[in-house]
């Protein structure tokens, strides 16, 4: 290899994307497919190294999504982020990836989240999963869930700790 080929083949090298931007960077392209006027987020699964799902934030098979509607009943409605989520359209990026994934290949799994503004175009820095993706990334058996936060940092959640020793759907009932 001529010296020119060697150093090319070196940077490419030394520029490498660690591993969980690189599925955090599929889960963003994903959410590109998004049909959200407020939000768009994208997800992906993973098990073992091997991409099991891909999900993004749009209308369930064969309805209206909101892009084509030109219009957010939330937005409308003036509600805020994270409350009335029965009035979205959308099924959200977690539930769709969770929904093409058998449960088998979700067990101990990591699930890859992105979330982009739609207006700015920026991404969402404090993103999470709301209460109903919660409980299903729960009955998936699925490990982590790693959201991105910049286009290069991130926050690990563990499942088990933190969503389900410390419920907080649970917060303030006693004898339940």
């Given at each position: 290899?001529?010296?020119?080929?060697?150093?090319?083949?070196?940077?490419?090298?030394?520029?490498?994307?660690?591993?969980?931007?690189?599925?955090?960077?599929?889960?963003?392209?994903?959410?590109?497919?998004?049909?959200?006027?407020?939000?768009?987020?994208?997800?992906?699964?993973v098990q073992n190294d091997e991409i099991v799902s891909t999900g993004y934030a749009g209308a369930p098979r064969g309805r209206v999504n909101c892009s084509d509607l030109g219009c957010c009943t939330r937005e409308q409605l003036g509600i805020p982020r994270g409350e009335r989520y029965e009035l979205c359209r959308s099924v959200h990026a977690e539930a769709n990836a969770i929904i093409s994934a058998s449960?088998?290949?979700?067990?101990?799994?990591?699930?890859?989240?992105?979330?982009?503004?739609?207006?700015?175009?920026?991404?969402?820095?404090d993103a999470s999963s709301c209460a109903m993706c919660k409980r299903m990334i729960i009955n998936a058996g699925i490990s982590q869930v790693i959201i991105r936060r910049t286009p290069d940092e991130y926050a690990t959640v563990d499942v088990q700790k933190e969503w389900i020793e410390q419920d907080d759907s649970i917060t303030g009932i006693r004898g339940y």
């Amino acid at each position: 290899m001529d010296g020119l080929r060697k150093g090319r083949l070196y940077d490419c090298m030394m520029a490498r994307r660690d591993k969980t931007n690189y599925y955090l960077d599929i889960a963003q392209a994903a959410l590109e497919r998004g049909t959200c006027l407020r939000r768009n987020f994208g997800a992906i699964i993973v098990q073992n190294d091997e991409i099991v799902s891909t999900g993004y934030a749009g209308a369930p098979r064969g309805r209206v999504n909101c892009s084509d509607l030109g219009c957010c009943t939330r937005e409308q409605l003036g509600i805020p982020r994270g409350e009335r989520y029965e009035l979205c359209r959308s099924v959200h990026a977690e539930a769709n990836a969770i929904i093409s994934a058998s449960r088998s290949q979700m067990i101990g799994a990591v699930l890859y989240l992105v979330g982009v503004d739609y207006q700015t175009g920026e991404l969402v820095p404090d993103a999470s999963s709301c209460a109903m993706c919660k409980r299903m990334i729960i009955n998936a058996g699925i490990s982590q869930v790693i959201i991105r936060r910049t286009p290069d940092e991130y926050a690990t959640v563990d499942v088990q700790k933190e969503w389900i020793e410390q419920d907080d759907s649970i917060t303030g009932i006693r004898g339940y």
